[in-house]
């Protein structure tokens, strides 16, 4: 089959890679000069900036990859494990240093509350449950409501009708350790206090798997994966958008792919790893969209947005660790400002990343690559980041000066930033999601946009807006799910 894959995110490479090691002839097509979607690498200056994912989980998802091809990643990109995974740091000055070794956890534990000890315990089983069962359904597709009717009573058993906040604090009294064990939705775009309990499944996915860094940066991984694909015979066509997906009418069947320059790529099959909605809204036309509506997509939950400052400091901070969780003075009333309020606070907590406490050759000699990262209100909100932007990051800065990283300003010698609008008229996300539909309950498994297209049924979907979600794990996931629904659809028609 002739497939074209709109987009070089994980999830469209993923795909890609599984769909041509089948013997497909897959084109993927990227609007941007560079694969990797929102994992773009930006360079100025001599330093090296991971656009977007810079969290790795579940490592044997990228090995599998390559052993599908008969190939060896570590032939392709160097992956080590990072440790802490995580410094998590509280405005009273504490600091919970969160990696997987039992022992430490379970101290700090104890110096925060020791009554939470056992309530940890608990939650760590709960977590065990729902991880077992969470990864026996992460890469199948729920294309049929009986899909979902099938896997109800496990979901009322594991508790998802709760939150990830409502599990944790079911456990676990001390506030800042219910932050630490209940934030990481944030990761994938979701509202802790909203997100279903299953995603409390990343706690025993960390602490069973690690958290791993690709040496280069998230940057290398891209590259070693768009390697592999064209090394099976696969073509990448850069600089290159699509305007629409040409569907004919008899049979409502996607015929291929119009770019915006006019050219029509035929298809046997499309696989979208654009955002969702994007997708529908504005590459299908409407009359060939009986189920997804611009009504129904629209009335979607879709996630926050992120504003991200890269930059480069002409000094090392050797006081900060690879990955930083900076908690500010609010947590839920924060969340709520974003998600339910569109509101853009005043406060704020932060993601401080510096990849070069483990990978120094992402800066120049003695020198700092960092980005840091707030969690902000999509743009279904009223903030105006045209004249909101500059001031915004003015107080990330100067926050981060007074309380991590002394005399910053001094010491800053090149950055940049993203934000909302990036995200809409780049990355061409709905309402400048980062992460596109937002997981709650009612919007995950068979209630999230499904990998195959009711509408449209040579249409696939890759990436964090389909099932089973956002996070390298999820979106890699998807492009399993799509690739092997059209092996088994292209083996019926070859059969018929």
């Known amino acids: ?46 330093f090296v900036f991971d656009g977007g994912p810079t969290i790795i989980t579940a490592p044997w998802m990228i090995h599998e990859l390559f052993e599908l091809c008969g190939k060896r990643s570590a032939d392709y990109v160097q992956l080590v494990p990072i440790d802490p995974f995580y410094n998590i740091r509280f ?61 109800i009573p496990d979901l009322v058993r594991l508790q998802s009708h709760k939150s990830v906040a409502g599990l944790v604090n079911q456990h676990i009294s ?47 991984l891209v590259k070693a994966l768009t390697r592999l694909f064209t090394e099976m015979g696969g073509t990448l066509r850069l600089s290159t958008e699509v305007e629409q997906i040409v569907i004919e009418a008899p049979g409502r069947r996607a015929s291929g792919v119009r770019l915006k320059d006019g050219e029509v790529l035929a298809a046997d099959a499309v696989v979208s790893n654009a955002d969702v909605a994007f997708t529908y809204l504005k590459l299908v036309p409407s009359e060939f969209r009986r189920k997804n509506t611009n009504r129904r997509i629209e009335r979607m939950r879709y996630s926050m947005s992120l504003f991200v400052l890269y930059f480069g400091t002409n000094r090392r901070y050797e006081e900060i660790s690879h990955h930083e969780i900076l908690m500010g003075p609010r947590y839920r009333g924060l969340v709520e400002d974003i998600f339910k309020r569109k509101h853009l606070s005043e406060d704020f907590s932060l993601y401080l990343h510096r990849p070069t406490k483990t990978d120094p050759s992402l800066a120049p000699a003695g020198c700092d690559s960092w980005y840091v990262l707030s969690p902000v209100p999509h743009l279904g909100g009223a903030t105006d980041w045209r004249s909101a932007a500059q001031p915004y990051r003015d107080a990330i800065v100067k926050y981060l ?7 910053l300003s001094r010491h800053m010698v090149t950055e940049h930033y993203i934000d909302p609008l990036h995200f809409r008229d780049t990355l061409n996300s709905h309402l400048g999601s980062a992460f596109s539909v937002e997981p709650i309950l009612t919007q995950s498994a068979w209630f999230r946009p499904h990998n195959q297209s009711e509408d449209v049924p040579n249409l696939y979907f890759a990436g964090a807006g389909t099932h089973p979600g956002a996070g390298m794990p999820g ?8 690739a092997e629904m059209i092996g088994s659809n292209g083996s019926k028609l070859n059969r018929n």
């Open 174 to 220: 001390d506030e800042r350790l219910r932050q630490v064990f209940s934030f990481h939705p944030l990761l994938v775009g979701g509202n802790p206090f909203q997100s279903t309990s299953i995603y409390a499944l990343i706690h025993k996915l960390e602490q069973e798997f690690g958290v791993w860094y690709a040496m280069g940066g998230t940057g290398a």
């Open 91 to 151: 405005e009273d000055g504490s600091v919970f240093h969160y990696n997987d070794d039992r022992e430490l956890l379970l101290r700090q534990i104890r110096e925060f509350n020791a009554s939470d000890e056992a309530g940890y315990f608990k939650f760590l089983a709960a977590t065990e449950q729902i991880f077992k069962k969470g990864f026996e359904l992460i890469d199948k597709p729920f294309t049929h409501f009986s899909d979902m009717l099938k896997v």
């Open 1 to 46: 089959m002739n497939i074209v894959v709109i987009g070089s995110g994980f999830g469209g490479l993923a795909a890609a890679i599984r769909l041509q090691a089948q013997g497909h002839k897959v084109t993927i097509i990227e609007k941007r000069d560079q694969p990797g979607g929102r994992a773009y690498v930006y360079e100025q200056d001599g």
């Open 475 to 482: 979106v890699i996931s998807s492009g399993k799910i799509v």
């Open 401 to 407: 000066e007074e309380r991590y990283l002394p005399d």
